[in-house]
């Protein structure tokens, strides 16, 4: 982000190439809305130090907020450092499009997940594969 003009034409060279792109961790750093104008990206990923305030309303109205203008933007939303259910419940009733975090997986190597693996012939479940 800090030469956003010099990489600008290699992201949207990638885009160009069908390669899809996030925005991680939105809403903290060097995250900003100016960049949603600029950036040629397809998804916001929501910041898990929000996800873990959800019990708090002011940020409850925070997060309602990314995933209405993110939607408005035609980006889809996944929300970060979900680990309990009410938290998964809030964020599916805002219409957030993919939960990640504890309450569903650990991070585990790449060898331990089949479909990961490259050139293995292991395809994953949702495209008509076995593990």
Known sequence: MIDL??????????CNLGVRL???????GYSSLSYLNRLPVHRLKIDGSFVSQLHVERTR??????????HGMGLAVTAEGVEAHDQAEILCAMGCDELQGF???????????PWARFGGGVE????GGNL
């Open 61 to 70: 109205q925070l997060v309602r907020g990314i995933v209405e203008i993110a």
């Open 103 to 113: 309450l569903y997986a650990r991070p585990v190597p790449t060898e331990e997940v």
């Open 22 to 28: 996030a925005l991680d961790d939105f809403g903290i």
């Open 5 to 14: 003009d010099g990489v600008l034409p290699q992201l949207w060279a990638l």
């Open 124 to 127: 994953h479940p949702r495209d």
